[in-house]
T-cell receptor, first 111, second 114 residues
Framework: DAKTTQPPSMDCAEGRAANLPCNHS???????VYWYRQIHSQGPQYIIH???NNETNEMASLIITEDRKSSTLILPHATLRDTAVYYC????????????FGTGTRLTVIP | KAGVTQTPRYLIKTRGQQVTLSCSPI?????VSWYQQTPGQGLQFLFE???????NKGNFPGRFSGRQFSNSRSEMNVSTLELGDSALYLC?????????????FGPGTRLLVL
């Protein structure tokens, strides 16, 4: 499975957009990019995923570069409740269902 | 639709004991995966069950086992507990098994081994 690289921590002012980068330079053509977040001591929460195209849902937007070697998760208007560890995961379309979690990015939203 | 539920939420055991944790998937989901989260190792995959069969297994000793019932509910068992088994145990469910499936996690069971 392709590895991902994320900054260990980021801060964001409340109400501003939070842009969380992820590098997955060894991603292959059949691998999805998934984003989950984990608020302290809770189970990871699914946010969004994509293959090639940019995606948007009620929680966030996912921007994947044309070469697919990196992506950015965008929380348009960060709130204090968005403070969490955000995980970027690459997962093949075929094969096993399990997720490989890295160390993620700890996002702190500052009032 | 109700989310993934796990019981119990908290558990304290002593070394050498065994423990059974339970997971009820989202209604209609047939795949259940288990993960262990510790401060030192992070989130690690234990195993996946689909249609009552183990589909996939992570790199854990045989003391860790699981099963799935015909209603898709799953249990995991840890025998001969060690201090290092203290962790948050997470269950995730998905509609099917395979890379195209999205997993949804439960709140976890926090196990403390004394």
């Amino acid at each position: 499975d392709a590895k991902t690289t994320q900054p260990p921590s980021m801060d964001c002012a409340e109400g501003r957009a939070a842009n969380l980068p992820c590098n997955h330079s060894t991603i292959s053509g059949n691998e999805y990019v998934y984003w989950y977040r984990q608020i302290h001591s809770q189970g990871p929460q699914y946010i969004i995923h994509g293959l090639k195209n940019n995606e948007t849902n009620e929680m966030a937007s996912l921007i994947i570069t044309e070469d697919r070697k990196s992506s950015t998760l965008i929380l348009p208007h960060a709130t204090l409740r968005d403070t969490a560890v955000y995980y970027c995961i690459v997962k093949p379309q075929t094969g096993a269902n399990n997720l490989f979690f890295g160390t993620g990015t700890r996002l702190t939203v500052i009032p | 639709k109700a989310g993934v539920t796990q019981t119990p939420r908290y558990l304290i055991k002593t070394r050498g004991q065994q423990v059974t944790l339970s997971c009820s998937p989202i209604s209609g989901h047939r795949s259940v995966s288990w993960y262990q989260q510790t401060p030192g190792q992070g989130l690690q995959f234990l195993f996946e069950y689909f249609s009552e069969t183990q589909r996939n297994k992570g790199n854990f000793p045989g003391r860790f086992s699981g099963r799935q019932f015909s209603n898709s509910r799953s249990e995991m068992n840890v025998s001969t507990l060690e201090l290092g088994d203290s962790a948050l145990y997470l269950c995730a469910s998905s509609l099917g098994s395979g890379g195209q499936e999205t997993q949804y996690f439960g709140p976890g069971t926090r196990l403390l081994v004394l």
